[in-house]
């Protein structure tokens, strides 16, 4: 049974930092592609980072470019994502996704699915 848990979600002030986690069990972590999504209320889900399975290659939405930054540990089955400079749009419930296609994960229609992690930033 694939599990993806995350943790490290939080309420912080603006400017503030984040760092979620994201940890698999239940598949071969290193054959998948891993990313993080968000939703806001309201709102549709939208990616915020990708990272390939060998990790060399990521990706980021405009707005989290140079602010977020997203990693994983293979050793451990954990893929990270860290968020400086926070800011009140970021606030929503962040979601782990795994896909062993990158374009799939892309799309939002990976795999596989945590539950997720609030992530609240107050002005």
């Known amino acids: 049974q694939v599990q993806l848990v995350e943790s490290g979600g939080g309420s912080v002030q603006a400017g503030g930092s984040l760092r979620l986690s994201c940890r698999a069990s239940g598949l071969t972590f290193a054959d998948y592609n891993m990313g993080w999504f968000r939703q806001a209320p309201g709102k549709d889900r939208e990616g915020v980072a990708g990272i390939h399975w060998h990790g060399g290659n990521t990706d980021y939405r405009a707005s989290a470019q140079g602010r977020f930054t997203i990693s994983r540990d293979n050793a451990k089955n954990t893929v990270y994502l860290q968020m400086n400079n926070l800011k009140p749009e970021d606030t929503a419930m962040y979601y782990c996704?795994?896909?062993?296609?990158?374009?799939?994960?892309?799309?939002?229609?990976?795999?596989?699915w945590g539950q997720g992690t609030q992530v609240t930033v107050s002005s």
């Open positions: 996704a795994a896909d062993r296609t990158w374009v799939q994960l892309q799309r939002g229609q990976g795999a596989y």
